[in-house]
């Protein structure tokens, strides 16, 4: 005859075989593990890509803070999106809008100016190229496309450069002091230019990492240091005695930045 204590212990035993399942195995996860990880990395990847991949945009001449020179809309445009043009010896110029350290010059080379200017150094050269991180006239980074009319045929080059001059702010100050051409980790040449040719000249820079393309192929690569990195300046672009019609692009700041317009300081000089 079963007890009461008997009944007690068959009822828990019944009880305990209803909730063993539940108790012993564990949750089955809706995916497998790997699978898990690589939508968490997948969506990291992505949103880093579309901070890093803000969209293009076309500057244009009320953007343009013009120290030097002049730089003017093409008369060969009905829209109000012109494209620019400089005919001067010499021109230097920012983007007024704060952007990040990216910027494309889509150019059509017409050759030389009528006349000549020499530079600080008393040399008289044909270039054109990209400002970057141009805190002021002392202290910027520079990514020039240059050309050689003199040789036979008349060849091209690329040549970055660092201009640090600590202290200094303007150009009466530093002149055309503190340059340091910087090697590549790797280059390779640059087309020939005659006039009439159309080309894209691109810089990119993040942190103290640059890369410069022509035509979309990467024609440098290299360090240019922490100095250079540190430089808080936008980006613009410079010409001595080359004439061009062009649009400048640049990538817009993800975010907000404190010096989001730059006042334009027209009249300051740089060599």
Same mark, same amino acid.
């Given at each position: ?117 020499? !530079?600080? $150094?008393?040399?008289? #050269?044909?270039? +054109?190229? *990209? ?10 980074? %520079? ?93 613009? !672009?410079? $010409?001595?005695?080359? #004439?061009?019609? +062009?649009? *400048? ?10 010096? %989001? ?11």
């Amino acid at each position: 005859m079963k007890t009461a204590e008997d009944a007690n212990g068959a009822e828990k035993k019944r009880i305990s075989e209803i909730l063993n399942p539940f108790l012993l195995v564990p949750p089955r996860p809706l995916c497998p593990l790997w699978f898990s990880v690589f939508c968490v990395l997948l969506a990291a990847l992505l949103c880093a890509a579309l901070a890093e991949s803000a969209g293009w945009i076309n500057v244009n001449r009320d953007r343009l803070c013009v120290t030097e020179g002049a730089i003017e809309k093409t008369a060969d445009r009905k829209s109000a999106d012109h494209r620019l043009a400089v005919n001067v010896p010499k021109m230097r110029a920012y983007v007024s809008q704060w952007t990040t350290q990216s910027a494309e010059l889509r150019f059509t080379y017409l050759g030389g100016t009528s006349q000549e200017s020499k !530079l600080g $150094s008393g040399a008289i #050269r044909r270039q +054109f190229g *990209l400002k970057l991180h141009a805190e002021d006239p002392c202290n910027l980074v %520079y990514a020039i496309w240059r050309v050689v009319p003199e040789s036979m045929p008349p060849q091209s080059k690329l040549v970055v450069s660092v201009k640090r001059n600590p202290g200094q702010h303007t150009s009466a100050e530093c002149g055309n002091r503190g340059y340091v051409n910087v090697k590549p980790r790797q280059a390779s040449a640059v087309p020939r230019l005659e006039a009439g040719q159309s080309h894209t000249l691109r810089a990119e820079m993040k942190n103290s990492e640059l890369q410069v393309f022509v035509d979309n192929h990467e024609v440098w690569d290299g360090d240019v240091g922490q100095d250079a990195a540190q430089l808080d300046g936008p980006v613009g !672009l410079r $010409s001595d005695n080359a #004439r061009l019609e +062009f649009d *400048l692009l640049t990538r817009e700041f993800a975010g907000s930045h404190p010096n %989001y317009v730059k006042a334009c300081q027209a009249g300051a000089a740089e060599e």
